[in-house]
C-alpha cells in the first residue's frame, strides 16, 4: 500500500527521529511511503489561538496537497483531531459547496499513527525489540478527540524484551496545552509536576506517547530534575530492532 506521510510542523521543525521513525515501521512492514513537500500546517496553532482566517487557509493548503492521496498517516494525535474536529466547521463557515464535500472526503483517509497500524493495517506486532521499562502518557486529544483507547498499549505490549508499566493518573494532562503553557505558566508547571511524580513513581525509564508536543513539555521537566528519565514518541519504539538502535 502506498501511504503518504504528513509529518506536521512540530515534528518537521523539532524532531524530525520522529518521522524517520514512521517510515522505518511503515516500509519494514512492507509499504510505499511518500513524502509530498509542498505540505505545511495543518493550521491547529492558528486555529487554537483565535485566527480562524489563517487557519482556513492552512487547510485549503493542506486540501490540495493530499488532495488525490490514499491514506495519510499523521504521528500526532493533535493534528488528526484538529482536522477531524474543525476543518468541517471551517470548511462550513465558508460556505463553499465543494470545500465542505472535499473536507468530508478527506477525513477517512486521515489516520494517526497507531490508529493506521491497527484499524487500517490490521498489525499490533511491528517487530520491534526495546529491552526497557516504558510508562505510556495518554495525551489529551488521543484519549479525549480521537478516542484512541488501547491502541497503543497494545502495540507497545508486542514489543519484544519491553516491560509496560501502569501511569497513576494517566488520563491527567500534562499542562502543556500548546500556548495554555505560556498563558497560563503557573498552571501548567503545577500540573506538569504532578505529570512527572506519577511518571516517576512508575519506576519507568522511558515516557512514550502519540504526540511529542507533551512530550516535549514532559522531557523538559524531568531533564531539568536530571531524573535520567527520557521521552520517545511512540513510533521511535516501535522502529528499534534487536538488530538496529533500542536507546
Not at 491547529?44 to 488532495?67: D, K
Request: proline share 3%; charged share 20%; aromatic share 6%.
Amino acid at each position: 500500500m502506498q501511504i503518504s506521510l504528513f509529518i506536521t510542523c512540530y515534528n518537521d521543525t523539532l524532531f524530525p527521529e520522529t518521522g524517520k521513525a514512521v517510515v522505518r515501521v511503515l516500509e519494514r512492514l512492507g509499504h510505499e511511503i511518500e513524502f509530498r513537500p509542498a505540505q505545511t500546517c495543518c493550521g491547529q496553532m492558528h486555529y487554537n489561538t483565535g485566527y480562524p482566517h489563517e487557519a482556513a487557509s492552512m487547510m485549503r493548503r493542506f486540501l490540495e496537497v493530499f488532495r488525490d492521496a490514499g491514506a495519510i498517516c499523521i504521528p500526532s494525535s493533535s493534528c488528526v483531531a484538529t482536522i477531524r474536529d474543525h476543518y468541517p466547521k471551517m470548511a462550513a463557515a465558508t460556505g463553499d459547496g465543494a470545500m465542505i464535500g472535499e473536507v468530508d472526503a478527506l477525513l477517512s483517509r486521515i489516520f494517526e499513527f497507531s490508529e493506521l497500524l491497527i484499524d487500517k493495517l490490521g498489525v499490533t506486532d511491528v517487530g520491534a525489540f526495546f529491552p526497557h521499562a516504558v510508562t505510556l502518557h495518554p495525551s489529551c486529544h488521543s484519549l479525549r478527540s480521537l478516542h484512541v483507547g488501547a491502541k497503543p498499549r497494545q502495540l507497545l505490549e508486542s514489543v519484544r524484551e519491553l516491560r509496560l508499566l501502569d501511569l497513576h493518573d494517566a488520563d491527567e494532562c500534562c499542562g502543556f496545552g500548546g500556548t495554555f503553557a505560556v498563558k497560563n505558566a503557573d498552571v501548567s508547571a503545577a500540573m506538569l509536576s504532578d505529570k512527572m511524580r506519577c511518571i516517576l513513581e512508575s519506576g519507568a525509564e522511558v515516557c512514550t506517547a502519540l504526540d511529542n508536543s507533551c512530550l516535549m513539555h514532559i522531557q523538559g521537566g524531568l531533564a531539568r530534575q536530571r531524573s535520567g528519565v527520557r521521552c520517545m514518541h511512540l513510533a521511535e519504539i516501535l522502529a528499534s530492532t534487536e538488530a538496529g538502535d533500542s536507546r
